[in-house]
């Protein structure tokens, strides 16, 4: 496995080394609006570059330190925005405040769900050239590749330190760990909050979870022992070339909720202590922390919120949290140029409300939907020294625009992959001269390995099955219609063809450049202390491989 990784890495350089002359591929539809729109931005492009040179030379001739902030789970409207959290019943203070002091993204989009976009932040492509689709609970033995490149490893080459804490969720495999994806320090659980959250005799116990825990039916005719997930690893801890460990369970322990709540103060406390240590080092850094809260299914003695659910409660928790750590931030000395984003992964856990206390407000759907209220979120960017404070955008903008954008900022432009589609767009312009700024006006949704709607600038057509032509099919127009209930029959009649357009572009690119394979290899590899019951997971998962 080893081998495999060092020898993937080495071909990826060489590769690098010999394109760093080519322009980024990017989409059809990309290319389609550059023909348009390319002298202009080309112009542009040029005075952003000497202004990038001038924040640098103002700080020491350093580009900033860059913070990332995923949280999990959180609809539009649902944090950020003092109003709603009235209408919500819960608060948000600190994140409010944040906004206050950043760039508001207001149109955001995501993948569906919390794999797919993490993936597409980390890689700057589509989760589904990955291989990357669909969310995983158990053992699987596949995950993100070594032959990807992480913004976190374009990073390391431009001279930056790197930490990663919090949920991961790339993969059950040694090369998918943070640490052999561009990680200098990473502290991580594996899985998810499946396992973490609501795999626990607590969650059963709130009828939560039905089925899996052995309180919750005999189980009297039951023959097959090994049907139910078992001997899964929790949290690990790794530095980069090392070995991961796992903490806090010990052979034979049943995890329980208290484990899960000392899991996110630990990540919470390791945010801290990542952000003092890399803003003593020499070098610029990149920490990327992704709680797991508000993710929880079970009640507090006493809950705290207006609202009262069980995610209501843990959001409360994660905004004082991220309080401490902006305020950190600044009690260092560091936060004029430091950029910080902050934004959700995608919509709520809708199965869930309302009992967790989160909803829908603006946009219909929730995780795993194509529907704006599963891939529209509220998103935030901070950097006093070039962003204008207390601003909106109600540009286009996707999660994957990031990895293009925080490369092209941080210096590290050249050591972005030339012989694959990146579908982030580099949204500099955006960033420093504001609304009106974005380069893409579209975007394409996934549902795992389906495309399911388009998006091009107010209008979103939900894909037709096959055969059906685009006339026929339903297009929304958002500002009209932010809840997608009404398909708008004359929008359709003058869009189908271009929708259609759209799509042919985009499969003519993904001819082109096929899908790389997802990463594979044995579940658990690269961990120093597997329990014994997570070596029996292994070996009968391996058994019938």
Known sequence: ?????????????????????????????????????????????????????????????????????????VSFGLMGNRALNYVAGFDTPEINDFASESLSLMRMYTEPSCTPTRTAFLTGRHPVRAGQEEVKVALVGEGLS??????????????????????????????????????????????????????????????????????????QFAIDELFKP?????????????????????????????????????????????????SQEDAPFFLQ???????????????????????????????????????????????????????????????????????ELIYRGGKAEHLEGGVRVDAFVRWPAAIEAGSYAGDIIHVSDLYTTLARIAGGSEHIPRDRVIDGIDQTALLLEGEGNSRR??????????????????????????????????VFNILRDPRESTPDIGGSLWSGASF??????HQKMIEKYPHLPLGKGVPYGGIENLRPESEKAREVFSSWQ
């Open 1 to 73: 496995m080893r081998f495999h990784i060092v020898f993937s890495l080495a071909v990826t350089a060489a590769t690098l080394l010999h394109a760093q002359d080519q322009p980024i591929v990017h989409d059809g539809e990309y290319q389609f609006l550059r023909a348009q729109f390319g002298d202009r931005w080309d112009a542009q492009d040029a005075d952003l570059s000497a202004k990038l040179a001038d924040i640098r030379s103002a700080n020491n001739d350093r580009p900033p330190n860059i913070v990332y902030i995923l949280i999990d789970d």
């Open 146 to 219: 070594a032959d990807e490149v992480t913004l976190a490893e374009i990073l390391k080459k431009a001279g930056y330190n790197t930490a990663h804490v919090g949920k991961w969720h790339q993969g059950d495999i040694e090369q998918s760990f943070p640490h052999n994806q561009g990680f200098d320090q990473a502290f991580f659980p594996v899985h998810q909050q499946v396992q973490l959250s609501l795999m626990t005799p607590e969650a059963a116990a709130a009828t939560n979870l039905n089925g899996w825990h052995r309180s919750t039916q005999s189980g």
């Open 230 to 278: 078992y001997g899964l690893v929790t949290g690990l801890e790794a530095e980069e070339g090392g070995l991961a460990r796992e903490v806090d369970l010990a052979p034979g322990e049943e995890w329980t909720q208290a484990h899960y709540e000392r899991m996110n103060e630990r990540y919470q406390a390791q945010a801290m202590e990542q952000l003092e240590r890399l």
């Open 289 to 359: 922390y992704w709680p797991l809260y508000p993710l929880n299914f079970t009640y507090s003695e006493q809950q705290t919120s207006r609202n009262g659910g069980f995610m209501a409660d843990k959001m409360e928790v994660v905004d004082a949290w991220i309080g401490e750590l902006l305020s950190r931030i600044d009690d260092l000395g560091v936060s004029e140029n430091t950029l910080v984003v902050l934004m959700a992964d995608n919509g709520i856990f809708k199965q869930y409300s309302p009992d967790s206390g989160m909803m």
């Open 441 to 474: 006006d579209y975007v394409y949704i996934y549902e795992g390995p389906v495309l399911r709607s388009i998006v091009k600038q107010e209008f979103k057509m939900h894909m037709p099955p096959p055969g059906v032509p685009g006339a026929a099919a339903p």
């Open 500 to 505: 259609q357009d759209m799509r042919k572009r």
